[in-house]
T-cell receptor
Framework: GESVGLHLPTLSVQEGDNSIINCAYS??????FIWYKQESGKGPQFIID?????DKRQGQRVTVLLNKTVKHLSLQIAATQPGDSAVYFC???????????????FGRGTQLTVWP | NAGVTQTPKFRVLKTGQSMTLLCAQD?????MYWYRQDPGMGLRLIHY???????AKGEVPDGYNVSRLKKQNFLLGLESAAPSQTSVYFC????????????FGQGTRLTVV
């Protein structure tokens, strides 16, 4: 079942500020945690992932932090732009015991709105 | 390179009617998935396929059937539509079993009245 959840359903930030989107998880069996971005009327798009044995990974303007002690995942977006307005989902990849196929379990999403 | 294409994009069905949603990918991916997305919820896995001729159940398979006769196509069928199946349906595909970077289609908005 779903174990990935987000703290806030909406987040509003001013253009140029940094955004932090949070996610809590309960399933310690996940081997990867992933962030997806979904723009209005489109399918989710992969942003960045982090392996469960890491605590930080950086991409272009984005940083994902993983705190396994408190089972917390966050996505930081630097210098947020209007084009960053979207719903952000955290997801976890779990490979069930006896299976070779990982499955993605999605959280409920945070709507990020960037205002000028 | 079209990626993942879903047809149709919108559909309205009457309760009891049947329909098939088509997903096509041109990336030669082995793994394909069908998800549904409901308001305020994340995506939930309906069925998936690990290769041509194979299918398996996900989290919410009841009321749906799937087929993968060709590697590039993954079909989702509703034999007798119910209002509870009103949702947005997404198809996705991945290179490997490690599904972190899934490629999604644009979605099919289905309303069952």
């Amino acid at each position: 079942g779903e174990s990935v959840g987000l703290h806030l359903p909406t987040l509003s930030v001013q253009e140029g500020d940094n955004s932090i989107i949070n996610c809590a998880y309960s399933n310690s069996a996940s081997d990867y945690f992933i962030w997806y971005k979904q723009e209005s009327g489109k399918g989710p798009q992969f942003i960045i992932d982090i392996r469960s044995n890491m605590d930080k990974r950086q991409g272009q303007r984005v940083t994902v932090l993983l705190n396994k002690t408190v089972k917390h995942l966050s996505l930081q977006i630097a210098a947020t732009q209007p084009g960053d307005s979207a719903v952000y989902f955290c997801a976890e990849n779990i490979i069930p015991r006896g299976s070779t196929l990982g499955r993605l379990y999605f959280g409920r999403g945070t709507q990020l709105t960037v205002w000028p | 390179n079209a990626g993942v294409t879903q047809t149709p994009k919108f559909r309205v069905l009457k309760t009891g009617q049947s329909m098939t949603l088509l997903c096509a990918q041109d990336m030669n991916h082995e793994y394909m998935y069908w998800y549904r997305q409901d308001p305020g919820m994340g995506l939930r896995l309906i069925h998936y396929s690990v290769g041509e001729g194979t299918t398996a159940k996900g989290e919410v398979p009841d009321g749906y059937n799937v087929s993968r006769l060709k590697k590039q196509n993954f079909l989702l069928g509703l034999e007798s539509a119910a209002p509870s199946q009103t949702s947005v349906y997404f198809c996705a595909s991945t290179w490997t079993f490690r599904t972190t970077e899934a490629f999604f289609g644009q979605g099919t908005r289905l309303t069952v009245v």
